[in-house]
């Protein structure tokens, strides 16, 4: 495709000098963009094709950078990045040195606020409003959420709060495609699906157009009676009753519809006539047919020819933790009726697709809630139930007050399980499950397994399950070594680790599935390996056990150092009034960005070449001569 249009745009600056007639291929251009780049890195497909008209009318319409676009969630926004100067460096999306797959301050002057989680971007951008107005800036500040996004509680109390500042030049954009990552649920989504397209209101408006486009007077006097007469044919919506101007649904990928409105809206902020709030419908995966017919697929699709689609891998690929964790929730459920499982709007992500369809009455969607999602199991453990909730570690956090006050405080019984522990590769910091160990084994009444691999995942599971309390499994994101994990819901000793190989002197203590790189160090190291298994409780009696038959100790784990499993080692080391060196390996102390997961580990000294560059360089002295490494010839 020739992007003669696009080729020439540097900035949102250029894109405003083009006559507006031309911005349609300017769409098809950008939408093309999209697809090849997204087909050769992977990356999130259906939501930006959906997004392409409504970016380009927002940076046309708007100042940028110096109004300010907000972005929910963010994974809709290689639009945005291609419009602002990041079109070149595009190939290199989620890649290890390049471009982020989010918005961050520090990539663009055009990425106003850092984002990957949800619901964040009207309270972000109803700051900057206020702090415009504060300064005595003539700024615009614009949030731009999706439908599953606007669901989420932190959404409206940003909503209840922006309501109130009546002189704030804020807009609430809607992106209205009727599709979250996981089936968008709760009474809200109802209320919001009564005002789509498709329901009289936009029917109403297309035939206007088409009746009377070709009279132009009589048109602009329809257009005004229908702004007039719009609490007549749109219910009085959930918006208004928040102080908001509510003006839609409008079609999301008509630009001739979009820039008009667009530059109403603008004119009445810069009259401080209240925040607006517009109603946008669009469709994921719009202009390629494949995403059209199944976004979900296309969500967030690997490297794929586009030409051909997503095609099964050629051999099956080993199960991920993930998958492990799914067929365990279906067995244990078949086996013990009190079981319920509820995820916060990540059903495919968490691995609950088949129990949704198996046990339809006892799984439970909770939408982009994870604060109500803690409390709700809460409230099931209360009256006997057992809930799992399956949880993204770096969602966890934002129900951190609830898992103490609602849940340990009581000492409810219930599964966290913990998927996406560690680094996740090319989602970046904003998805990795860094904090968790850390998080928890401060809290009382709550433990934290580690499994190494997808047995015993599988096993640590049915063990947290059978507890009296709160207990997390965390598991990384993908496949493991490929151990096979046994069909039975057997259970291992709860709070007990094991000596996987026996060496001398140096002992490490792996915590979850660095085990495998630690065994591989070990080997050239001639050191003892423990896996631990448990970050809480630690197995005290086989550690000091380990500590009075070793010089030295290390710790491994996925997870920052600070509070981690290794300073639950020094803590049990000091009670028991041991003095003995210690090595505590894991994460820094800083957010570790976007790329290959493995290759991030070896950045981080994680893999077994680090681990063992490691122990050498702080106890060379307690191991022989480095065996020679094998070179692979031919």
Not at 120 to 139: H, N, P
Not at 251 to 261: E, N, R, V
Not at 427 to 432: F, N, P, Q, R, S
Not at 561 to 577: C, I, K
Request: proline letters at 6%.
């Amino acid at each position: 495709m020739d992007n003669k249009l696009l080729s020439a745009i540097e900035d949102p600056g250029d894109l405003r000098r083009l006559p507006r007639a031309q911005l349609k291929g300017l769409a098809d251009e950008v939408r093309e963009c999209v697809l090849q780049n997204v087909s050769r890195t992977g990356g999130h497909l259906s939501s930006n094709l959906g997004t392409v008209e409504l970016t380009i009318a927002l940076h046309y319409v708007f100042n940028t950078p110096h109004d300010r676009l907000v972005w929910d969630v963010g994974h809709q926004t290689y639009p945005h990045k291609i419009l602002t100067g990041r079109r070149e460096r595009m190939p290199t999306l989620r890649q290890l040195g390049g471009i982020s797959g989010f918005p961050r301050r520090e990539e663009s002057e055009y990425d106003t606020f850092g984002t990957a989680h949800s619901s964040t971007s009207i309270s972000a951008a109803l700051g900057m409003a206020v702090a415009a107005r504060q300064k005595g800036e003539d700024r615009k500040a614009v949030a731009i959420i999706g439908d599953g996004a606007m669901t989420a509680g932190m959404a409206f109390e940003a909503l209840n709060n922006a309501g109130v500042e009546r002189d704030a030049r804020l807009l609430v954009v809607l992106n209205d495609n009727d599709m979250s990552i996981s089936p968008p649920v709760g009474a809200l989504n109802r209320y919001l699906a009564q005002l789509m397209s498709g329901n009289f209101y936009a029917a109403a408006k297309n035939v206007g157009k088409t009746v009377l486009g070709p009279v132009p007077p009589l048109f602009e006097l329809a257009k005004r009676i229908e702004q007039g007469a719009k609490g007549m044919v749109v219910p009085a919506t959930l918006f208004e009753k928040f102080g908001f101007n509510y003006i839609g649904p409008i079609d999301g990928h008509d630009l001739d519809s979009l820039i008009p409105t667009l530059e109403n809206i603008r004119d009445r902020m810069a009259k401080q006539e209240g925040p607006q709030f517009l109603h946008v419908v669009t469709k994921k995966g719009q202009g390629y047919k494949l995403a059209e017919a199944d976004p979900v697929a296309y969500h967030g699709p690997g490297k794929f020819d586009p030409a051909v689609g997503l095609t099964p891998p050629a051999t099956p690929p080993k199960p991920t933790f993930t998958q492990v964790f799914g067929q365990w929730l279906c067995d244990m459920a078949e086996h013990d009726k009190r079981l319920v499982a509820i995820t916060p709007a990540m059903r495919e992500g968490s691995g609950m697709v088949e129990f949704h369809r198996r046990f339809p009455d006892r799984y439970y969607d909770v939408g982009i809630a994870e604060q109500h999602a803690v409390t709700f199991a809460a409230g099931l453990a209360c009256e006997g139930l057992k809930p799992v909730v399956a949880i993204y570690s770096t969602f966890l956090q934002r129900a951190y007050d609830q898992l103490i006050h609602d849940v340990a405080i009581q000492k409810l019984p219930m599964v966290l399980a913990l998927d996406r522990a560690g680094l996740v590769g090319a989602d970046g910091a904003t998805h990795a499950g860094a904090f968790d160990i850390a998080y928890l084994r401060c809290v009382p009444n709550v433990s934290v397994a580690c499994p190494a691999d997808e047995r015993e995942c599988r096993q640590l599971l049915s063990t947290a399950f059978a507890q009296d309390h709160a207990v997390a499994v965390r598991y990384p994101r993908g496949a493991g070594v490929g151990v096979q994990p046994l069909a039975d819901l057997s259970e291992l000793p709860f709070g007990k680790g094991q000596v996987r190989r026996q060496g001398q002197r140096i002992a490490m203590l792996a915590f979850g599935s660095l085990l495998y790189p630690a065994l591989q160090a070990a080997e050239r190291l001639g050191a003892t390996v423990v896996n631990m298994r448990w970050a809480k409780p630690l197995d005290t009696e086989l550690l000091l056990q380990i500590a009075s038959s070793h010089d030295a100790l290390v710790t491994i784990e996925e997870g920052v150092v600070m509070g981690g499993a290794g300073s639950a080692v020094a803590e049990a080391l000091a009670a028991a009034q041991i003095a003995k060196p210690l090595l505590q390996l894991g994460l820094p102390d800083a957010f570790i960005e976007h790329g290959d997961p493995a290759r991030l580990l070896a950045l981080q000294g994680l893999d077994a070449v680090g681990i063992e560059a490691s122990v050498r360089g702080r106890f060379g002295d307690l191991i022989g001569p480095a065996a020679p490494v094998l070179k692979v010839v031919g």
